[in-house]
Each structure stands twice: as structure tokens, then as C-alpha cells.
């Protein structure tokens, strides 16, 4: 029983957090459209908010000390899963559209099992080889069916959908990778500690665009979507990943992917920023395809 609320919970939480980051690619999508802060410096600040956050909420909690041999793992951790995940994002979703980002995302599943069989040795079955090329076709369909011309507030590009697949593969190594570390340490221990590493390495090469934007005459809609970032795409969702790791299985968790693209197109499609074609239905169809054909080989099933 006490088992099966664990597992519960661990689903809840990864199902929060990937509604927030299905809603995070709508208003990133605005904030880049608005240019008023480039992609790194925005990504400084969310890393500035979410660690002042995690260390408040550590100060009222039992202290938890990490063992020194950690840290280079945590700083790993953190370049894979912060710093490399959300740079790439940020910077790739000026050139994708919202529709095309969310398609993009629902290969994590099959990447972080890729990264499962290499790093925790779990077996590829035919089955998984068959949903990992299915998925691929979809993301080349997309590709060769994306817009080139034109600007990247509406149009995608090929170049977009690059940074996008770097944005899932090091989110799904992280997945994949690290578990183990994750399940030794509270979610706010690990997490301070992951946000502060990604903090010292971005600002290097944000901190002149810091100082450069002009905070005071920021547009109210988009300073509400960079508080949207900061603490829940940031804050809470990045507490809620690690909350459900220690409970269910990568692959299960990248599994939440799902609910992006649904999120998303529903969203874009009702605020007028994105339109649902043919291309995209055949595209999301042959990935999601894919990623549950992967999921319902015989070792899937026993996660």
C-alpha cells in the first residue's frame, strides 16, 4: 500500500510538472518573440530565482550534507539538465514553432531509453528498435515539411529544430543517467545545489545582457510570463522532477512528455499564435506512434 502511494505520487508529480512545461513553450515562445531579453540572460534568471528559492526553503528544513565526492556529478547533473536543457530551449524556440516544439519533445521517452540501455544495461527489443525509427520518421517528416523563409515568431526552421533535439537529448541523459544520485539526496538538496552550478555557469556569458535590459519598462504580459518561468517552470516543476524520480522509473517519467504536445496545441491554437496542419497531425501521429510502440516492448512493461 505505502508502495503503491509512493508510485502515485511520483506519476502526480510528473504529470504537474510536464503540464507547466507544456505551458512554458507557449509564453517562452512569447518572451522570445518579444526580444526584450536574450536567451541566456533569461536563462540566468530563472537559475537566479529558482536557487534563491530552493536554499530559502533549505534554510527551514533538516539540514541534508552532500558527500564531497558528489559534486562533480551534481555540477554534471546540472550542465546536462539545466544549463545545456534550457539554453538550447530558449534559444531554439525562436526558430520552431509551439506545435513543432511540443512534437519535438515527445521523442524523450525513446532517447531516454536509449540512454537507459546504455547506462542501467535494460535490453533493446525489436519492438524498441521498431519504435525508435518510427519516431525518427516523424521528426524527418517534420523537418522536410518545415518552412525555411521567413522569421522564427511563426515559421520553423531547421536549424530550431537542432537545438530542440540537443534540448531533449541532454534533458533524457539526465533522465537516464542519474537517477541513483537523485534518489541519495532530498529534492530541495539536490535541486539548490544543481540550480547554484547552473547559476556560475551561464553568468559568464550573461551577465552583460543583465545589465542591459531595461527592466522597469518590460511589458506587463511578458514580466507575468518571466514570473510564470522563474518560479513554476523553474521552481516547482524542476521540484516536482526529481520528487518523482525517486519514485518511478525514467522512462516513466519522460512518459509524461505526452501531455506537452496535447497542451500546447490546444493552447497555441486557441490564443491564435500556431495552426494545427496536416503535416504536423501526420508528424505528431508518427512519433507518438513510436514512443508507444517503444513503450509496450516486453521490458517496458515491467517499469
Known sequence: MILNASKTAGHLACAGAYIIFGLNIVFCKDIANSDVISPIALFSLRALGASALFWLVSAFLPQEKVERGDFPKIALASFLGLFLTQVSFLVGIRMVTSIDCSIMGTLGPVITMLFAAIFIKEPVTWKKTLGVCTSLAGVIFLIL????????????????????LVNIS???????????????????TFMKWMFLFSLLMSLPFSLKGLLEVDYLHIPKNVALEIGFLIFFATFVAYFLIPFGQKRIRPTLVSMYNYIQPILAVVVSICIGMDKLSADKVIAI???????????RSRSAQTQ
Open 285 to 295: 501521429a508518427f512519433v507518438v506512434a513510436g514512443v508507444l510502440i517503444v513503450n
Open 145 to 164: 515539411n518545415s518552412i525555411t523563409a521567413g522569421n522564427g515568431a511563426a515559421q520553423t526552421r531547421p536549424l530550431g529544430i537542432v537545438m530542440m
Open 170 to 188: 541532454s534533458f533524457s541523459a539526465y533522465l537516464g543517467i542519474f537517477k541513483p544520485l537523485i534518489s541519495k539526496y532530498s529534492a530541495v
